[in-house]
């Protein structure tokens, strides 16, 4: 879904037409439900990570009894946050879910090292002007993305599984050792 904090557009994966922001939705008093990507079964859904360069970590469920944890959010917010903004920004769940699913689909239950999560535009145009593998549309920007790497995996091996998965964008950058994810349109490079 090419999403936008605060845009009704349509889902490419399932075509849902109405999907608030996070901020706004938990504003309200109201609880999360489930990602239409991952939206079958009950199983709780849970996720390790660590960013690097600041070794701020999340170990725990985010996802259980059919809706999505909203402290568990809020703490996988922060360590996806840009590290050179303010304040976090509110991921999109469905990249968790992705992640979830990868780990799965290679048999780890290792902790996601997390290189970048959410951009600022500002953050993003400046890597865009040092690297022309950077995206100036990145889905960074819209808390959509993640590039990451489980430390005993080779790159290449995540990224066909995550590529077979077809639950959103998959890139491989095999001289970095990481892949990116994301839980937009199904595409690979």
Request: charged share 25%; hydrophobic share 40%; with cysteine.
């Amino acid at each position: 879904m090419a999403r936008v904090f605060g845009h009704d557009t349509a889902c490419a994966c399932c075509g849902a037409q109405r999907v608030l922001p996070r901020r706004a939705f938990l504003a309200g008093g109201g609880a999360l439900l489930a990602s239409p990507v991952l939206a079958q079964g009950t199983a709780a859904r849970s996720l390790r990570v660590r960013r690097n360069f600041t070794d701020d970590t999340f170990s725990g469920v985010y996802w259980r009894d059919g809706r999505y944890d909203r402290d568990a959010l809020r703490q996988l917010d922060h360590v996806f946050r840009d590290l050179s903004a303010a304040e976090p920004t509110p991921m999109d769940p469905r990249l968790f879910d992705v992640m979830s699913a990868v780990a799965d689909a290679v048999d780890s239950d290792e902790t996601w090292e997390v290189i970048s999560g959410y951009r600022t535009p500002e953050t993003n145009a400046s890597r865009a002007t040092q690297s022309r593998r950077v995206s100036t549309v990145s889905l960074h920007m819209s808390g959509m993305a993640a590039d990451c790497r489980l430390p005993n995996r080779v790159s290449l091996e995540m990224a066909r599984r995550a590529a077979d998965l077809q639950l959103g964008g998959v890139g491989l950058y095999r001289r970095d050792g990481f892949v990116h994810l994301d839980c937009g349109p199904v595409r690979r490079w």
